[in-house]
């Protein structure tokens, strides 16, 4: 048993956050707000720069120009891009989809996505969720039907991340609808020029518009735009999830805010006593710091086990759980403690913490819902992990 | 709206807590303690006394020698009880059941049984709760199987309160395995003396041993003992709840032991400073405090629907689930509160108040189980409060 | 122990309800967020018509001589249909300071207008501090030579401050006194020199401003109550308001309940209702549990005010209950209604952001609890 990293990863945290240091600081962050990057969560440019320093495409296979990370270097490079807060929401679907094409894509599929995603030319979104088919994906009804060389996509996906400024859509369909629901889906990567989509913005509460409605309406998709096989759909989407389980850059995210909330109380007197020396404050903030550092043990567990070959689904649940709901803990714990001006907007100077606390409570909602809401993971553990009975 | 008593009821619970506080004083509770009435949770001698006041038969009508008091009365003696920490398991069973007697019982009944019962001299046990009838109820087993004029019951009931010192049982069977579950079960009135019955003590983690297991070999009772109708035995049951529902004593042990506890850290030095001082102490009592308020204003609410003939299914469920959940709250937030010798004994000189909470956090266990478990209450909120359809 | 409304408050809530529901839907919400008056004048003559303003207040000054229950009604339906209006801030926390403080004249002057809604009066107490202690108050008033007081100072998030009237300044005279003997409070004219006022963006999109006052003149006439016997006056009100917004928040809760009952029992998902599920059902038996120890702990809060009781210690406990359950409500709410929970173009996170802007208004949890405990003697 060992709590650390090896010197080479070490190493690479050095670089990673020597880069991010550099290349994210204030100045960066401050443009790509400017440019209104932050309503999207994504920077463009930021992501040329990834791309430049080879940074996407770093779990692929080094055959196909990646750098062949396992799942521990993944996790430390997602913790320090969620650390720093960059803004990047298709870097994870690139690096999700990007693997998924170097493991069930066919040659020319490779030839065609891989090099363009790798070098951030590209960018992907991914069509799962719609508006009957939330928690219990399966049951999705956008079809796919074969008409000659091409299919016919007809269907609705909401909550789709990054849908207005990605190129392609990593979309699962239904193409037997006759099947068992999980097998009659079928993924298909299609460009989302293509005559028949319409895409609208969903503005969120958190003043963003990351998330888009995509409608297809007769979309034709060329045959060899399926990716692994045909109703083989869901196996491909339940792989993909192995890689969404390494995503420890949330949790970093909230990890930083937790230390600035630490700073705050340092630095910010009420009655002439800084906030940190109250008792209640102290009591909160150990207990945070405390639950922020099991969420970490548990996310580590999970890469752990999957660097060791083993597929982690019930403490990814467990990671999922803890994490997802700390992170709105933080928040709401975090605003109480700035006290009444915590509820000011971050562009007001009477903000307390520049609103981040404020925002955070706003931006952490989908934290405990998508990829799996909080019910889910909960089922997950009880069933597979205690083998209780479904009710 | 008024949240206050009429000053009758004002004089009636004066009148019981003068009752209480002359009956059943540190020293009354100390005899009886030696003699091993605490253990098996209930008093002969305080009973007596209460008999002899009239208070055993408080709600019957007039005519059956009652006080024909309404579900007011009832509350506030129920709570005056609660707070002086009177054991009322085998007294309020014994209330209930003469109340249904008076409501159910056939003339020969009432007249053999409700003198008795007025005057102290006979005591109920309650005969439902089975191995594989807990909170499904209905799904109990043992059987009564007509003969001639008798019927012969074979069974088992656990978790019994009071068989060993009661003189009979009110015992729930099934006469018709064939009918739908709630339409086969008939009530009796078992005298515990009969042949082929034993009782075996069950002791609990708080140290009584106020439960029993009963065990029905081929015991013969006469027709005549069958209370209601044969095969009406649920609605019996049920009707019996609007007492049940009365559910303020627990109120009145949360403000006693609040004030104890209040007393406590206003008397008790930590650092020099009382521990009443200590903000997170203020925090904590503050809130356990408004919390019994809370559930006690949901028993009012209750008491009060009844008394206007409504049947408060659902406030009922919100108090039983609030009181019960508050009663293990107060105890395991007091016994933190009481730091490290909390978790002495009372029996030692250095157990922190006396031993009060220790007590307590043992003895709550079953009030979240028992007369149905905090799950079934939110089962009963969501289904018939919130219309939320069965899983 | 009577847990009944009378006919009239029965009738008083049916007739606020219908008025939400046909004249101030979501869509009103949603609009008036937008919009950066941020509230409808014509709905608000509307309430005046109908006395709904004046419900506790004398019929001398134009009231229906009601109680303080009845706007505890009131306002738990407000509370429902997260009406904005300027009903808490001219009527509670306004008008009452002036029926408590002021003299004939200021009564005769201002309270029948604020009865009538032609009147927006508002309580600038609370400052970059937070604090809604006596102690929290920094904002001076000097003596002026020429008789009346100089105000300096900022206050912060004032509610409907950009649309009022008058405003209620609550200013630390000089001279001797403690944090409590030293408080005075002003009728600001917020047209004067020297004010200004700075709309908010707050998590709940209310509008609430920030108050400068740079060297405003007073007249000595507009001094409410005596000078330095400012502080008690505050504490009644803030004790009013409290109750008056716990109210508030038990109606916002309710309506965040029924709405998520609604989407639970038609939202489809594995074959069937996910309010099947008993992960939700008992999450939601128990909140629906404790909205209701919530609502009683208000309306008995508003009860022994009616009474004339002291109910600082109810008030502060309501407060704190409520302001947890809120919040744990609409977290339950968003949580529950998925995805759509998150986007704004849905109602239901109307209820989250309101419940998180309660909850630090008029103190939090924590603040509450201390007071109460202060109150009971600990």
């Not at chain 2, 109708?229 to 019996?236: D, P, S, T, V």
């Not at chain 3, 809760?253 to 939700?280: C, D, H, W």
């Amino acid at each position: 048993m060992r709590f650390n990293f090896t010197e080479e990863q070490d190493a690479l945290r050095r670089e990673i956050k020597d880069f991010l240091e550099k290349e994210w600081g204030e100045e960066a962050r401050r443009r790509a707000e400017e440019a209104g990057d932050m309503a999207s969560d994504h920077s463009p440019s930021f992501h040329q720069k990834l791309a430049r320093r080879k940074l996407l495409a770093l779990n692929w296979p080094k055959e196909y120009g990646g750098r062949g990370w396992t799942p521990i270097e993944m996790a430390i490079f997602n913790e320090e891009l969620g650390y720093y807060g960059v803004l990047s929401n298709c870097y994870r679907n690139t690096m999700i989809i990007g693997s998924a094409i170097c493991h069930f894509g066919t040659d020319e599929q490779k030839k065609k996505y891989l090099p363009d995603l790798a070098a951030g030319r590209k960018l992907f979104c991914i069509g799962y969720t719609e508006p009957n088919a939330g928690s219990d994906l399966a049951s999705l009804e956008t079809t796919a039907a074969e008409d000659g060389d091409e299919y016919v996509v007809n269907g609705v996906k909401v909550f789709n991340t990054g849908g207005h400024i990605a190129d392609y859509c990593w979309l699962a369909t239904r193409t037997d609808p006759d099947a068992p629901k999980h097998k009659g889906i079928t993924v298909f990567m299609v460009d989302l020029k293509s005559p028949g989509i319409s895409i609208r913005p969903l503005y969120n509460v958190a003043d963003g518009h990351g998330q888009s409605e995509l409608v297809f309406q007769d979309v034709r998709v060329p045959k060899e735009n399926i990716v692994g096989g045909r109703n083989r759909g869901w196996y491909l989407i339940a792989k993909a999830l192995d890689i969404e389980r390494i995503n420890t850059g949330v949790r970093a995210r909230h990890q930083r805010v937790l230390e600035e909330l630490v700073e705050y109380c340092k630095e910010t007197k009420r009655n002439g006593i800084p906030l940190i020396k109250d008792p209640l404050v102290r009591q909160q903030i150990v207990q945070l710091c405390t639950e922020a550092k099991a969420a970490r043990l548990i996310a580590y567990k999970v890469i752990y086990q999957q660097s060791k070959g083993e597929i982690p689904d019930v403490s990814a649940s467990m990671a999922k759980l803890s994490g997802g709901e700390l992170s709105q803990k933080i928040a709401y714990l975090g605003m109480q403690l700035l006290g009444l001006r915590s509820i000011i907007h971050g562009s007001s100077k009477w903000s307390a913490m520049e609103g981040k606390l404020e925002y955070m409570v706003r931006e952490t909602i989908p934290h405990t819902v998508g990829a799996g809401t909080s019910e889910i993971q909960r089922t997950v553990i009880a069933g597979r992990g205690f083998g209780l009975p479904r009710g | 709206m008024r949240f206050k008593f009429t000053e009758q009821q004002d004089a009636l619970r004066r009148e019981v807590k003068d009752f209480l506080e002359k009956e059943w004083d540190e020293e009354a509770q100390l005899r009886a303690e030696e003699a091993g009435e605490l253990a098996s949770g209930h008093s002969p001698t305080l009973h007596q006394k209460v008999a002899s006041k009239g208070l055993v038969a408080l709600n019957w009508p007039t005519e059956y020698g009652g006080r024909g008091w309404t579900p007011i009365e009832m509350a506030i003696f129920a709570e005056e009880l609660g707070y002086h920490k009177v054991l009322d398991g085998v007294y309020r069973n014994t209330m209930i059941i003469g109340n249904s007697i008076c409501h159910f019982g056939t003339d020969e009944q009432k007249k053999k049984y409700l003198p008795d019962i007025a005057a102290g001299k006979t005591l109920f046990s309650i005969g439902y709760t089975e191995p594989n009838a807990g909170s499904d109820l209905a799904s109990l087993e043992t059987r009564a199987a007509e003969d001639g004029d008798e019927y012969v019951i074979n069974g088992v009931k656990v978790f019994n309160t009071g068989g060993h010192i009661a003189s009979y049982c009110w015992l729930a069977t099934r006469t018709d395995p064939d009918a739908p579950k709630h339409r086969g079960i008939s009530v009796f009135i078992v005298d515990l003396k009969s042949p082929g019955i034993t009782i075996r003590p069950l002791h609990n983690v708080a140290d009584g041993h106020g439960q029993n297991e009963l065990v029905f070999q081929d015991v013969r009772v006469p027709k005549e003992n069958m209370v209601g109708e044969k095969n009406r035995g649920w609605y019996l049951m049920a009707k019996a709840l609007d007492i049940e529902r009365i559910r303020t004593s627990p109120s009145g042990r949360h403000q006693r032991v609040l004030e104890m506890l209040i007393e406590y850290c206003k008397e008790t030095k930590r650092n020099g400073i009382p521990l009443i001082k200590d903000p997170l102490v203020r925090q904590q009592i503050v809130q356990l405090y408004t919390e019994a308020k809370a559930a006690r204003l949901i028993s009012y609410k209750v008491i009060y629907q009844q008394s206007k003939g409504e049947i408060p299914d659902v406030p009922a469920s919100m108090a039983k689930l609030s009181g019960s959940e508050l009663s293990q709250k107060i105890a395991h937030l007091g016994m933190q509160l009481l730091g490290p010798r909390s978790i002495i004994h009372g029996s030692s000189k250095w157990s922190a108040m006396n031993g009060e909470l220790e007590h307590m956090v043992r003895e709550t266990i079953t009030y979240t189980i028992s007369a149905g478990a905090s799950e079934i209450q939110r089962m009963v909120i969501a289904g018939r409060g919130l219309g939320l359809p069965r899983g | 122990m009577d847990y009944g409304f009378s006919e009239a408050q029965e009738l008083l809530r049916a007739s606020v309800k219908e008025f939400m529901v046909n004249e101030a839907p979501l869509a009103h919400v949603r609009e008036m967020e937008e919009n950066s008056t941020g509230f409808a004048p014509g709905l608000w003559r509307k309430l005046a018509q109908l006395d709904w303003i004046g419900l506790d207040y004398p019929e001398k000054y134009a009231g229906l001589d009601g109680s303080f229950l009845d706007v505890a009604v009131v306002m738990e339906e407000m509370g429902r249909a997260l009406f904005p209006s300027p009903y808490f801030a001219s009527a509670i926390l306004g008008g009452h300071t002036v029926l408590a403080a002021g003299n004939d004249n200021q009564k005769e002057d201002l309270l029948p207008k604020v009865v009538r809604g032609e009147t927006i009066l508002t309580l600038a107490l609370t400052e970059p501090s937070g604090s809604y202690e006596a102690s929290g108050v920094e904002t001076t008033a000097t003596a002026a030579s020429g008789g009346g007081h100089v105000l300096n100072g900022t206050k912060l998030l004032v509610p409907f401050a950009h649309v009022a009237d008058r405003l209620i300044v609550v200013a630390r005279s000089d001279g001797q006194g403690t944090a409590e003997t030293s408080i005075s409070l002003f009728l600001v004219d917020p047209k004067a020199a020297g004010v200004t006022i700075t709309p908010l963006r707050i998590i709940s999109g209310e509008k609430q401003s920030e108050v400068g006052l740079q060297n405003v003149k007073v007249a000595a006439a507009d001094l409410l109550g005596t000078l330095g016997g400012g502080w008690p006056v505050v504490g009644d009100v803030l004790d009013k308001a409290k109750v008056a917004m716990s109210a508030e928040m038990v109606g916002g809760s309710q309506a965040a309940l029924e709405m998520t009952l609604n989407y639970v029992k038609n939202r489809i998902q594995f074959g069937g209702p996910i309010g099947r599920f008993q992960a939700i059902q008992h999450r939601l038996a128990d909140l629906a549990t404790d909205i209701e120890s919530a609502r009683w702990l208000a309306y008995e809060a508003a009860w022994e005010i009616s009474e004339g009781q002291p109910a600082s210690a109810a008030a502060s406990m309501a407060k704190a209950f409520i302001s947890d359950v809120y919040v744990r409500m609409g977290r339950a709410a968003v949580q529950f209604h998925g995805g759509y929970g998150y986007m704004k173009e849905f109602d239901v996170q109307f209820y989250f952001r309101r419940a998180k802007a309660s909850e630090a208004i008029l103190g939090d949890q924590y603040a509450n609890r201390e007071l109460a405990a202060q109150q009971m003697g600990l």
